[in-house]
């Protein structure tokens, strides 16, 4: 028994020389300005950390002399024991001058890292620690005003479905996928009221939250079988709110069964690609051109800790060099729907159309906005609840 | 018809001096072959590795490298990998008290979840009552309680109840695993959210306080050398650890002795669970901050592999730990710098464990 | 499988074999011949090396120096299966088979490829062998449910129907009934006229002389000797011990007060269990417990000592009544108990001498007391003459410094000592060395219960004897009122 501890305890012994050794044999590396990337997800996810990925990409070759240096699947379950101060360690130590963190998860993980490298830039996607004064000066928030994106999602989703029953895959509940799923609510039920002119108690809404942005066996519902759920009890058309594309596998599978079924999935611009037959459409951000200022300004000297939420850029939602937030049809949408559709971004851009705007209920009949006001930004920023109208929890129970 | 008349006892039992001398060259020699064995096992493992590094298309000594350098390299990474090995050590040397008498505690992963289940609520009940160090100190209380419960559920299980302690421990587990989640969409959810994210963070006086510039908490690193010295001094020193290694070996002899073999199974699961718990205190209160579903980073499991590498030995095992720590913060470097998948981490260790075990197979069946 | 030829016979020869464990040396110098057709015995006692020079030749461990010819060819066993294959099996002490596989599976292991299963062939082939010998084995039990005698007759039957030419066999009389020893002596004698060769290693004098041609004498390790039949015994035993040991006497009954009482006590285990078992032992007693193996002698004694609780009935120790399977309470009621099974169930595996004397010492209750553990060590290893040291490991010492590491942990002043074959598998000199400790307790008035497969034995020592059959007592009378014939048939079940 003892001998053979010995043995054991030379092994580690070993391996810490050898691992001496390896040592040795330093790189040598040049020094262009590196920024991090911290991704929630798979880096090619087809979603959510993929749109930033690829913002990272733009970034790359448009501000000559950065590097991107990136980690994905930075979540506890995927990998365990790994801390966001670790990972900015990581990164600082391998000269990283700034560093995007893409998840609301990473929050705290983020405040604390940025108290550690006060010389660090950090940018949170999602984030309102500046709005809250949390936030340390050398982190700044940044987000897209999907808002108008789900807006458009709903509105074709309500144009599309032939039972009027739309179904929502919800992620974790929280301020932002409340009012995210409330504005493809709300971009619905225009649809169906002014545009369909048809009776709005006869629109379902149904939002089924799984408790993260993707599957995690075990541990949240599993997307796959929500949106069978959906389909199985009538709703047709089934838009996404988490950050991989089960939806439109499922869609697919019901269409080539002969059943109607449409998707609509979110936050990349290429989603939509393979599913072409059911896919309605997708809201995306287009995160490269808001990286690029960024990136710019903490390379000049004119960094400054803010918040920024930055809405499409209305002369081409689709425009990738300007918009932070676009819509891109999907080849299911058909024609007149498609037009519609113009018609409606164009009249959310000149402001004609506001769909934030009195009277509107939560959920429990408490009064949102009064009669003839708009909503402000930290209005919707900050709701409370989902709308009267939609079905499904407004927050844990 | 007598031949060869008067065999003689080989070795003269009385003369100690030439005793001494013997055992010295003996133990000289045994030296010698323990770091053959060591370099024949690592040879072995760097041969597995660099294979399946060469399968997945990496260059090896780049992998090396940067595993190194992002475990080793600096103060920092190195706390990182200090942070890493004091609930991994705490867990492992737990374990050694199990795996002395003859248990497979495969439930210490569920032990460390209700440590930093009863830490949290702990920290959570005491969070206004300005007491910041006197609720942290019941809160290391509240988490060792908590493995040691879980423990002593599944001990109550197998000595009453007659369930192996593998199935029982994994069923507590998953029952662990389900508990955090219950708390964290339920109870403990933050206002206004569900998320699988994890609870509110404690307050930061509640945090344990770190060494300036290093990631390391100096209360957590003494609590796992502390416990090494412990369970050291336990193992050689009293009737606790010869009882344990007594019954392990043989319960059916331990019980002539009048040993009873399930009172100790009992003692040593207590044991066990409450190093576990204390590891998820330091999860809760020095690492996370708050209650997350991954709250055990599965060092349980790693903390089984550790103890059977170090081959149940105590003084082996935070050596292995530490390794497996330089490991796992190291191979973070794999995706970051060469994008490879980081698990081949798990790789490493797992083929590290099965070259051990085959180099150690391969010797007994050698030495017969 | 069992046909003659003679161009199969085999001769071997064992030259100057060495065997060395660290400074041990087990086998030094060890050379003899074995002709075919012939039943060789190996004699020696205990630590002698005789099992480690069998183990050499089966390929189950490897010669430090020396070489093995096969019809004056040199050969190397890498393994047991290599031995097999030229045609030397070996029956081990402790057979090595699957006791939860039926006899037939036992059977089949290494004669199938593993991938069609020929049961019926095998089941025939088991059949003819087993009459052919005149054993009597079923092949659908479980091996668990077999006495020691059947599952050696299984082996014999399994290694015959692997081909072998030469049959080592190590202590195969220990621990089986008159009538199994009868059969396998006929058996083995049948496999010599038919030409094979037999090795039969033994320390018994009396199975050595009823049924070998020739034999070889070890004593530390080394040739001390060889005979051929017939045997001068004064001489064997001159070359086993240099001096023939004395035998011991047996003591006259004396009648104390009641140690032991039960009443109707029923339990399971074993072969029957124990059925309405009703007795009173009392001081100074010394019984032997007679019957079959399994016959609830083992049964009796796990719970006359606490270590097993009865199903049903009443046991009273020293007047006293007392709750079945409560070990510490009988320990302090001073009743002690020594297993058959010397390493699984009375000494711990991979702990030392040191270490099982600590254990044994009570006198502190948290620390460990090592000094005074290693000094109690050095103590008993003088005074029960246990070849080993402090540190030695209990696995390596041989069976017969076992039981008196075993002995020594008795405790000083016990009440009532209950043994379970204390001297099986022990040479004659150790064997009439444990008795004349246990006579010492016996001087003492402390009443002593000891389990014995052999009735001569039972007939030197114990003043009472009862007889087992099928878990019930059946015979229970005074040693000198009795004799070998009375209790062999109340052995078998027939009784006046």
Same mark, same amino acid.
């Given at each position: 028994?003892?001998?053979?501890?010995?043995?054991?305890?030379?092994?580690?012994?070993?391996?810490?020389?050898?691992?001496?050794?390896?040592?040795?044999?330093?790189?040598?590396?040049?020094?262009?300005?590196?920024?991090?990337?911290?991704?929630?997800?798979?880096?090619?996810?087809?979603?959510?950390?993929?749109?930033?990925?690829?913002?990272?990409?733009?970034?790359?070759?448009?501000?000559?002399?950065?590097?991107?240096?990136?980690?994905?699947?930075?979540?506890?379950?995927?990998?365990?024991?790994?801390?966001?101060?670790?990972?900015?360690?990581?990164?600082?130590?391998?000269?990283?001058?700034?560093?995007?963190?893409?998840?609301?998860?990473?929050?705290?993980?983020?405040?604390?890292?940025?108290?550690?490298?006060?010389?660090?830039?950090?940018?949170?996607?999602?984030?309102?620690?500046?709005?809250?004064?949390?936030?340390?000066?050398?982190?700044?928030?940044?987000?897209?005003?999907?808002?108008?994106?789900?807006?458009?999602?709903?509105?074709?989703?309500?144009?599309?479905?032939?039972?009027?029953?739309?179904?929502?895959?919800? #992620?974790?509940?929280?301020?932002?996928?409340?009012?995210?799923?409330?504005?493809?609510?709300?971009?619905?039920?225009?649809?169906?009221?002014?545009?369909?002119? /048809?009776?709005?108690? %006869?629109?379902?809404?149904?939002?089924?939250?799984?408790?993260?942005?993707?599957?995690?066996?075990?541990?949240?519902?599993?997307?796959?079988?929500?949106?069978?759920?959906?389909?199985?009890?009538?709703? %047709?058309?089934?838009?996404?709110?988490?950050?991989?594309?089960?939806?439109?596998?499922?869609?697919?599978?019901?269409?080539?069964?002969?059943?109607?079924?449409?998707?609509? #999935?979110?936050?990349?611009?290429?989603?939509?690609?393979?599913?072409? %037959?059911?896919?309605?459409?997708?809201?995306?951000?287009?995160?490269?051109?808001?990286?690029?200022?960024?990136?710019?300004?903490?390379?000049?000297?004119?960094? /400054?800790?803010?918040?920024?939420?930055?809405?499409?850029?209305?002369?081409?939602?689709?425009?990738?060099?300007?918009?932070?937030?676009?819509?891109?049809?999907?080849?299911?949408?058909?024609?007149?729907?498609?037009?519609?559709?113009?018609?409606?971004? /164009?009249?959310?851009?000149?402001?004609?159309?506001?769909?934030?705007?009195? #009277?509107?209920?939560?959920?429990?009949?408490?009064?949102?906005?009064?009669?003839?006001?708009?909503?402000?930004?930290?209005?919707?920023?900050?709701?409370?609840?989902?709308?009267?109208?939609?079905?499904?929890?407004?927050?844990?129970? | 018809?007598?031949?060869?008349?008067?065999?003689?006892?080989?070795?003269?039992?009385?003369?100690?001096?030439?005793?001494?001398?013997?055992?010295?060259?003996?133990?000289?020699?045994?030296?010698?072959?323990?770091?053959?064995?060591?370099?024949?096992?690592?040879?072995?493992?760097?041969?597995?590795?660099?294979?399946?590094?060469?399968?997945?298309?990496?260059?090896?000594?780049?992998?090396?490298?940067?595993?190194?350098?992002?475990?080793?390299?600096?103060?920092?990474?190195?706390?990182?990998?200090?942070?890493?090995?004091?609930?991994?050590?705490?867990?492992?040397?737990?374990? =050694?008290?199990?795996?002395?008498?003859?248990?497979?505690?495969?439930?210490?992963?569920?032990?460390?979840?209700?440590?930093?289940?009863?830490?949290?609520?702990?920290?959570?009940?005491?969070?206004?009552?300005?007491?910041?160090?006197?609720?942290?100190?019941?809160?290391?209380?509240?988490?060792?309680?908590?493995?040691?419960?879980?423990?002593?559920?599944?001990?109550?299980?197998?000595?009453?109840?007659?369930?192996?302690?593998?199935?029982?421990?994994?069923?507590?587990?998953?029952?662990?695993?389900?508990?955090?989640?219950?708390?964290?969409?339920?109870?403990?959810?933050?206002?206004?959210?569900?998320?699988?994210?994890?609870?509110?963070?404690?307050?930061?006086?509640?945090?344990?306080?770190?060494?300036?510039?290093?990631?390391?908490?100096?209360?957590?690193?003494?609590?796992?050398?502390?416990?090494?010295?412990?369970?050291?001094?336990?193992?050689?020193?009293?009737?606790?650890?010869?009882?344990?290694?007594?019954?392990?070996?043989?319960?059916?002899?331990?019980?002539?002795?009048?040993?009873?073999?399930?009172?100790?199974?009992?003692?040593?699961?207590?044991?066990?669970?409450?190093?576990?718990?204390?590891?998820?205190?330091?999860?809760?209160?020095?690492?996370?901050?708050?209650?997350?579903?991954?709250?055990?980073?599965?060092?349980?499991?790693?903390?089984?592999?550790?103890?059977?590498?170090?081959?149940?030995?105590?003084?082996?095992?935070?050596?292995?730990?530490?390794?497996?720590?330089?490991?796992?913060?190291?191979? =973070?470097?794999?995706?970051?710098?060469?994008?490879?998948?980081?698990?081949?981490?798990?790789?490493?260790?797992?083929?590290?464990?099965?070259?051990?075990?085959?180099?150690?197979?391969?010797?007994?069946?050698?030495?017969? | 499988?069992?046909?003659?030829?003679?161009?199969?016979?085999?001769?071997?020869?064992?030259?100057?074999?060495?065997? !060395?464990?660290?400074?041990?040396?087990?086998?030094?110098?060890?050379?003899?011949?074995?002709?075919?057709?012939?039943?060789?015995?190996?004699?020696?006692?205990?630590?002698?090396?005789?099992?480690? $020079?069998?183990?050499?030749?089966?390929?189950?461990?490897?010669?430090?120096?020396?070489?093995?010819?096969?019809?004056?060819?040199?050969?190397?066993?890498?393994?047991?299966?290599?031995?097999?294959?030229?045609?030397?099996?070996?029956? !081990?002490?402790?057979?090595?088979?699957?006791?939860?596989?039926?006899?037939?599976?036992?059977?089949?292991?290494?004669?199938?490829?593993?991938?069609?299963?020929? &049961?019926?062939?095998?089941?025939?082939?088991?059949?003819?062998?087993?009459?052919?010998?005149?054993?009597?084995?079923?092949?659908?039990?479980?091996?668990?449910?077999?006495?020691?005698?059947?599952?050696?007759?299984?082996?014999?039957?399994?290694?015959?129907?692997?081909?072998?030419?030469?049959?080592?066999?190590?202590? *195969?009389?220990?621990?089986?009934?008159?009538?199994?020893?009868?059969?396998?002596?006929?058996?083995?004698?049948?496999?010599?006229?038919?030409?094979?060769?037999?090795?039969?290693?033994?320390?018994?004098?009396?199975?050595?002389?009823?049924?070998?041609?020739?034999?070889?004498?070890?004593?530390?390790?080394?040739?001390?000797?060889?005979?051929?039949?017939?045997?001068?015994?004064?001489?064997?035993?001159?070359?086993?011990?240099?001096? *023939? *040991?004395?035998?011991?006497?047996?003591?006259?009954?004396?009648?104390?007060?009641?140690?032991?009482?039960?009443?109707?006590?029923?339990?399971?285990?074993?072969?029957?269990? $124990?059925?309405?078992?009703?007795?009173?032992?009392?001081?100074?007693?010394?019984?032997?417990?007679?019957?079959?193996?399994?016959?609830?002698?083992?049964?009796?004694?796990?719970?006359?000592?606490?270590?097993?609780?009865?199903?049903?009935?009443?046991?009273?120790?020293?007047?006293?009544?007392?709750?079945?399977?409560?070990?510490?309470?009988?320990?302090?009621?001073?009743?002690?108990?020594? +297993? &058959?099974?010397?390493?699984?169930?009375?000494?711990? +595996?991979?702990?030392?001498?040191?270490?099982?004397?600590? $254990?044994?010492?009570?006198?502190?209750?948290?620390?460990?007391?090592?000094?005074?553990?290693?000094?109690?060590?050095?103590?008993?290893?003088?005074?029960?003459?246990?070849?080993?040291?402090?540190?030695?490991?209990?696995?390596?010492?041989?069976?017969?410094?076992?039981?008196?590491?075993?002995?020594?942990?008795? +405790?000083?002043? +016990?009440?009532?000592?209950?043994?379970?074959?204390?001297?099986?598998?022990?040479?004659?000199?150790?064997?009439?060395?444990?008795?004349?400790?246990?006579?010492?307790?016996?001087?003492?008035?402390?009443?002593?219960?000891?389990?014995?497969?052999?009735?001569?034995?039972?007939?030197?020592?114990?003043?009472?004897?009862?007889?087992?059959?099928?878990?019930?007592?059946?015979?229970?009378?005074?040693?000198?009122?009795?004799?070998?014939?009375?209790?062999?048939?109340?052995?078998?079940?027939?009784?006046?």
């Amino acid at each position: 028994m003892f001998k053979k501890g010995k043995s054991a305890l030379f092994i580690g012994i070993v391996l810490c020389i050898v691992c001496g050794v390896a040592a040795g044999l330093g790189m040598a590396a040049e020094k262009p300005f590196t920024f991090g990337l911290l991704l929630v997800g798979p880096y090619n996810d087809h979603g959510y950390s993929q749109a930033h990925f690829e913002g990272g990409q733009y970034v790359e070759q448009k501000v000559p002399g950065t590097k991107m240096i990136y980690i994905d699947k930075v979540n506890p379950a995927d990998r365990p024991g790994i801390t966001i101060t670790q990972l900015v360690d990581d990164m600082a130590g391998k000269g990283a001058k700034l560093i995007i963190a893409n998840s609301d998860d990473m929050k705290d993980g983020v405040r604390e890292a940025a108290r550690l490298h006060p010389k660090v830039h950090f940018i949170h996607i999602s984030g309102d620690d500046v709005l809250t004064g949390k936030a340390p000066k050398n982190l700044s928030n940044l987000f897209g005003r999907m808002e108008y994106g789900k807006m458009m999602a709903g509105f074709v989703a309500a144009l599309s479905t032939k039972s009027g029953k739309i179904g929502y895959l919800g #992620p974790l509940v929280n301020e932002e996928t409340r009012r995210l799923a409330a504005s493809c609510y709300l971009g619905a039920r225009y649809a169906w009221e002014k545009v369909l002119k /048809k009776n709005p108690a %006869d629109l379902k809404f149904k939002v089924t939250w799984i408790g993260f942005w993707f599957n995690i066996p075990g541990v949240t519902l599993d997307p796959t079988q929500v949106a069978q759920n959906f389909f199985n009890s009538g709703y %047709d058309v089934v838009a996404s709110g988490i950050d991989t594309t089960e939806n439109l596998v499922v869609a697919k599978q019901k269409q080539q069964a002969g059943k109607y079924a449409r998707a609509i #999935p979110y936050d990349y611009k290429g989603a939509c690609k393979g599913a072409g %037959d059911v896919c309605l459409g997708v809201p995306y951000f287009n995160w490269g051109p808001s990286f690029v200022n960024l990136i710019k300004s903490s390379q000049e000297g004119k960094w /400054k800790s803010q918040w920024l939420w930055l809405g499409p850029d209305w002369k081409d939602i689709n425009n990738e060099d300007a918009s932070t937030i676009g819509f891109a049809a999907g080849p299911a949408l058909a024609a007149d729907a498609k037009a519609k559709l113009d018609a409606f971004v /164009k009249d959310l851009g000149t402001g004609k159309t506001e769909l934030f705007k009195g #009277p509107l209920h939560y959920q429990n009949g408490d009064l949102f906005i009064k009669e003839g006001s708009k909503a402000t930004d930290k209005q919707i920023w900050y709701m409370k609840q989902l709308l009267k109208g939609m079905e499904g929890p407004s927050s844990a129970k | 018809m007598l031949m060869n008349w008067g065999g003689r006892l080989p070795v003269n039992v009385t003369d100690s001096s030439k005793i001494n001398q013997m055992q010295l060259s003996k133990s000289l020699l045994s030296g010698f072959k323990l770091l053959l064995n060591g370099l024949l096992t690592l040879t072995v493992v760097f041969c597995f590795t660099t294979l399946i590094l060469l399968i997945a298309g990496a260059p090896p000594l780049a992998a090396y490298y940067h595993i190194f350098k992002g475990s080793l390299g600096s103060w920092i990474t190195f706390g990182h990998v200090v942070k890493t090995w004091i609930p991994l050590t705490l867990c492992s040397t737990g374990l =050694i008290y199990t795996f002395r008498i003859g248990l497979w505690n495969i439930g210490v992963e569920g032990q460390i979840m209700m440590g930093a289940v009863f830490s949290t609520a702990m920290l959570r009940w005491g969070a206004d009552w300005n007491q910041p160090f006197g609720v942290i100190g019941l809160a290391y209380g509240a988490g060792i309680s908590g493995g040691a419960m879980w423990a002593i559920i599944a001990g109550f299980l197998k000595t009453k109840g007659g369930v192996n302690e593998i199935f029982a421990g994994l069923g507590l587990n998953f029952v662990a695993q389900g508990l955090i989640l219950w708390l964290i969409f339920g109870p403990w959810r933050r206002p206004g959210v569900a998320s699988m994210s994890g609870t509110e963070p404690f307050p930061y006086e509640l945090w344990l306080s770190n060494w300036p510039g290093l990631r390391i908490a100096p209360a957590g690193l003494a609590l796992a050398i502390g416990a090494i010295f412990l369970t050291a001094l336990i193992l050689k020193y009293t009737r606790i650890g010869l009882n344990l290694k007594a019954i392990g070996n043989n319960a059916q002899a331990a019980r002539l002795f009048g040993l009873n073999p399930k009172h100790h199974m009992l003692l040593a699961m207590l044991f066990a669970g409450g190093l576990a718990g204390l590891a998820g205190n330091i999860q809760v209160t020095g690492i996370y901050h708050r209650l997350l579903p991954a709250i055990s980073s599965n060092y349980g499991y790693l903390a089984l592999m550790v103890v059977m590498l170090a081959n149940y030995n105590i003084w082996a095992a935070p050596l292995v730990a530490f390794f497996f720590a330089c490991l796992n913060v190291g191979s =973070i470097q794999l995706p970051m710098a060469l994008r490879l998948d980081s698990s081949l981490s798990g790789v490493i260790q797992g083929s590290l464990v099965l070259a051990t075990l085959a180099v150690q197979a391969w010797r007994v069946k050698r030495n017969k | 499988m069992l046909n003659t030829n003679e161009d199969e016979t085999m001769r071997i020869e064992l030259q100057d074999i060495h065997k !060395y464990y660290g400074p041990v040396r087990a086998n030094n110098g060890v050379s003899l011949t074995i002709a075919s057709g012939e039943i060789h015995g190996i004699l020696g006692e205990n630590g002698a090396g005789k099992s480690t $020079l069998m183990k050499i030749l089966s390929g189950f461990i490897h010669a430090t120096k020396g070489t093995i010819l096969i019809d004056a060819c040199p050969v190397k066993f890498e393994n047991p299966a290599q031995a097999s294959l030229m045609g030397i099996g070996m029956l !081990y002490q402790d057979p090595l088979d699957f006791p939860f596989l039926t006899v037939l599976d036992n059977f089949m292991l290494g004669l199938t490829d593993g991938l069609s299963v020929q &049961a019926d062939q095998f089941r025939n082939q088991l059949n003819e062998l087993s009459a052919s010998f005149g054993f009597q084995v079923n092949p659908d039990i479980p091996v668990q449910r077999l006495t020691i005698g059947e599952r050696q007759q299984l082996e014999i039957l399994r290694l015959l129907g692997l081909g072998i030419e030469v049959l080592v066999l190590d202590e *195969p009389t220990t621990g089986i009934s008159a009538v199994q020893k009868q059969l396998l002596f006929q058996a083995l004698k049948k496999l010599a006229a038919d030409g094979k060769s037999v090795i039969l290693v033994s320390h018994k004098l009396e199975d050595v002389e009823a049924l070998c041609d020739r034999v070889t004498v070890l004593r530390y390790g080394a040739v001390t000797g060889a005979m051929e039949s017939p045997f001068d015994t004064g001489m064997l035993l001159k070359m086993m011990f240099g001096a *023939p *040991p004395s035998q011991p006497l047996r003591k006259a009954a004396q009648s104390g007060s009641s140690v032991l009482e039960m009443k109707q006590v029923y339990a399971s285990g074993g072969r029957s269990g $124990l059925k309405d078992c009703s007795i009173t032992f009392r001081q100074g007693e010394m019984i032997g417990l007679a019957g079959l193996e399994g016959s609830g002698q083992g049964v009796f004694l796990r719970v006359a000592s606490g270590m097993q609780k009865p199903a049903l009935g009443e046991i009273s120790l020293r007047g006293a009544r007392i709750k079945g399977g409560a070990f510490p309470a009988f320990r302090q009621a001073g009743a002690a108990f020594l +297993p &058959a099974s010397r390493l699984e169930e009375g000494l711990i +595996p991979g702990l030392t001498l040191t270490e099982h004397y600590a $254990l044994q010492n009570k006198s502190s209750k948290f620390l460990i007391p090592w000094a005074q553990a290693y000094q109690q060590a050095q103590k008993c290893i003088n005074l029960f003459r246990i070849k080993g040291q402090p540190q030695t490991f209990v696995q390596t010492l041989s069976g017969g410094n076992q039981q008196r590491l075993l002995l020594s942990f008795l +405790p000083d002043k +016990p009440k009532l000592l209950l043994l379970e074959n204390p001297t099986r598998g022990l040479d004659l000199e150790s064997a009439h060395w444990v008795w004349q400790r246990l006579c010492n307790y016996a001087d003492r008035k402390v009443c002593i219960v000891f389990a014995s497969s052999e009735l001569d034995e039972i007939l030197m020592v114990a003043n009472r004897v009862l007889v087992f059959f099928d878990g019930s007592i059946i015979k229970d009378v005074k040693a000198d009122e009795t004799d070998a014939d009375e209790l062999g048939r109340a052995i078998a079940g027939k009784c006046d």
